[in-house]
C-alpha cells in the first residue's frame, strides 16, 4: 500500500511545476529496470546487459545451473523456473498475461502444493520496494530546484490545429527516426536514459538522417553531469542542460557500468561531444505534447509506474488508479487520438512488451499532466547587409556581379543553407531558385543578366526548414539588394 508520506512527496513535487518566468527542472525520478532487479536484487544472479536487434540492448539473467534467461521471459516465470522465487519457496510458477502486473504484461505467479494462486513475484517479494532504490524516504535534492532559462519557444506551448490524428517518429516518412532501445539495468538512471533518447532522436531529425543513430553515453550524465545518479535518481532537464553547456560523449569513450562510479572519461574525450542546441520544458497538455511531438520531435516527460500508482495493462494500454505522482523518466514518440494513447519509449530493454515500446492512456499516470520537456534548434542566423563585391554599386558593367553579405560570427548551430533569388523576389511569393547549402557567405550570379534594373535576395534556414524572413543592407528594410546592368560604354 502506498505510503502517505510518499503521496505528500508526489504532490509536492507536482505543485512545484508551475510555469513562470523559469522554468523548473521537474521532479527527481529514481526507478530501475524491474526485470534486472528481480534477477540481481532480489535472487542475487548475475545479470548482464547484452545487444539486441537493432541496436538495442536486452538483459540476460545467469542461473547457477549457467543456463541464461531473457530478464522478461524470467521474471514471467517462462525460463528457469526451478530457480526463479517461487521454487525457491517450494512453489508452482504459473505465468499470467491478464495485465494486472504493475511492470510487464506477462508476469509470474505463485501457487501452493494445493493450487492456491499466493500472489505475483512483485507482491511476494515486494519487489516495488527495490525497484524504486530511495523507497518510501525522500530522495536527496541534487540540483531538481535549478531552474532551466526558458528561452524563446517556437511553438509557444500553444497547440496548432495542424497536429494529425496520429503520429509515430518510429515510422515516419517510410523511416524509423529513433536510435534502439537501451536498458538501464538496475540503476535508477531512467532520467540519464531519457535525456539520450530525446537527444539522439534529435540529431537523427536535424541531420536529416534517420540511419544516423549516435549512441551516447549515460555514464556520462550518471557520472559527470550532477543531474542525477544510481542510488536517488535525477532529473532528465537538468541532464539536458548539461548535455547543450557542456556536451557529452559517446557510449565507447565512457560505457555504461549502471553504477554511481567516477568521472573518468577517455582520452580525448573534448573531440568526442555531442551538444543540443535549446531546450524548453513546460507543464504540458494533450495538445501541447501532441504538437510539441510532431514540430520537434521526440519529447521527455516523468509519470508514475508501478504498484505505488496502482499500474496494470488493459487492452494492451498502461494505466494507473493512482494518478497523483510520478517517479519515472520516458520518451512520448508518437500518439493515437483514436486509441487514445501515447506512444512511449522506455529503458528496460528491447525485449519488454515486445519492442521496448508501450502505449499510456491520455490522462494516465500524471504523464500528460506534471512535466516534459524537448530540444530544438535556433531560428537561422539573418543574412544581412547584402552588398556587392568588388564593385561599388548601384551599377556594374558584369553581367554576372558577385554578392557578399553578413551571417554574424556564428552562422548558427543547425544551419542548413542560405537561400539566394535572383529577379523572381516578391514579397508574397517568395523565393524562387535553389538553395546554397553550407556557410555561404559570397554568390555568383550564374546566368547573364540583361541590361536594367535587377533584384538579388537571400535569406538563412535551419535544418527543420525554418526560414529567417527578414534581411536588413545598405538599402534599409528591403530585404533585397537592387542593382543595374550597364555594359554600355558611355557617349564622348
Known amino acids: ?112 502444493p494445493g493450487g492456491r494462486i499466493l500472489g505475483s513475484i512483485t507482491q511476494l517479494s515486494d519487489l516495488n520496494a527495490s525497484v524504486t532504490r530511495c523507497g518510501s524516504e525522500e530522495c536527496p535534492d541534487a540540483g531538481i530546484n535549478q531552474d532551466v532559462k526558458q528561452s524563446d519557444n517556437p511553438n509557444d506551448g500553444v497547440a496548432s490545429p495542424s497536429a494529425p490524428s496520429s503520429f509515430d517518429w518510429r515510422n515516419h516518412q517510410g523511416h524509423n527516426w529513433l536510435t534502439g532501445v537501451r536498458n538501464q539495468s538496475d540503476c535508477g538512471s531512467c532520467w540519464a536514459f531519457a535525456a539520450v533518447g530525446v537527444t539522439e532522436a534529435h540529431h537523427n531529425i536535424i541531420e536529416d538522417d534517420p540511419g544516423l543513430d549516435l549512441n551516447l553515453a549515460e555514464q556520462d550524465l550518471v557520472s559527470c553531469s550532477g543531474a542525477g545518479n544510481c542510488e536517488y535518481g535525477g532529473s532528465s532537464s537538468s541532464a539536458m542542460r548539461y548535455i547543450r553547456d557542456t556536451g557529452i560523449v559517446d557510449e565507447n569513450c565512457m560505457p555504461y557500468t ?33 504538437q510539441s511531438v510532431v514540430d520537434y520531435g521526440p519529447i521527455y516527460v516523468y509519470m508514475g509506474i508501478g504498484s505505488d500508482y496502482g499500474g496494470y495493462f488493459s487492452g494492451g494500454i498502461y494505466r494507473c488508479t493512482d494518478d497523483s505522482g510520478i517517479n519515472h523518466a520516458v520518451v512520448v514518440v508518437g500518439y493515437s487520438d483514436a ?98 547549402v553550407g556557410n555561404v557567405t559570397a554568390y555568383t550570379v550564374p546566368d547573364a543578366q540583361s541590361e536594367g534594373e535587377h533584384i538579388f535576395a537571400v535569406t538563412s534556414k535551419d535544418q527543420f526548414g525554418n526560414v529567417n524572413p527578414t534581411n536588413t543592407n545598405q538599402q534599409g528594410d528591403a530585404p533585397y539588394y537592387t542593382f543595374y546592368v550597364d555594359t554600355h560604354a558611355p557617349s564622348s
Request: with cysteine; charged share 20%.
Open 1 to 112: 500500500m502506498k505510503s502517505n508520506r510518499i503521496r505528500t512527496i508526489a504532490l509536492l513535487l507536482t505543485l512545484l511545476i508551475i510555469p513562470t518566468q523559469t522554468v523548473p527542472s521537474a521532479g527527481r525520478s529514481a526507478l530501475g529496470n524491474p526485470a534486472a532487479v528481480y534477477c540481481a536484487d532480489v535472487m542475487g544472479y548475475k545479470y548482464k546487459v547484452v545487444d539486441g536487434p537493432a541496436g538495442g540492448q536486452m538483459g540476460v539473467c545467469l542461473l547457477p545451473n549457467g543456463q541464461e534467461c531473457d530478464q522478461w521471459d524470467f521474471y514471467a516465470g517462462a525460463c528457469g523456473q526451478e530457480y526463479d522465487y517461487c521454487a525457491q519457496r517450494g512453489y508452482r510458477t504459473e505465468t499470467r498475461s491478464d495485465g494486472q502486473d504493475p511492470f510487464a504484461p506477462r508476469y509470474a505467479v505463485c501457487v501452493s
Open 258 to 290: 549502471a553504477s554511481d562510479s567516477s568521472c573518468n572519461k577517455c582520452s580525448g574525450w573534448q573531440n568526442r561531444l555531442t551538444y543540443v542546441d535549446e531546450l524548453y520544458g513546460f507543464t504540458p497538455s494533450r495538445s501541447t505534447i501532441r
Open 339 to 436: 486509441g487514445n494513447y501515447w506512444i512511449v519509449r522506455n529503458s528496460w530493454g528491447s525485449s519488454w512488451d515486445g519492442d521496448g515500446y508501450f502505449k499510456v492512456g491520455y490522462g494516465e499516470c500524471a504523464i500528460d499532466s506534471t512535466y516534459a520537456g524537448y530540444t530544438y534548434i535556433n531560428p537561422p542566423t539573418q543574412a544581412s547587409h547584402v552588398r556587392p563585391d568588388g564593385w561599388s554599386g548601384p551599377y556594374t558593367s558584369d553581367t554576372t556581379p558577385r554578392f557578399r553579405w553578413n551571417a554574424g560570427s556564428d552562422s548558427g548551430s543547425g544551419m542548413s543553407g542560405y537561400y539566394v533569388a535572383v529577379d523572381d523576389w516578391t514579397p508574397e511569393g517568395g523565393y524562387g531558385n535553389d538553395w546554397w
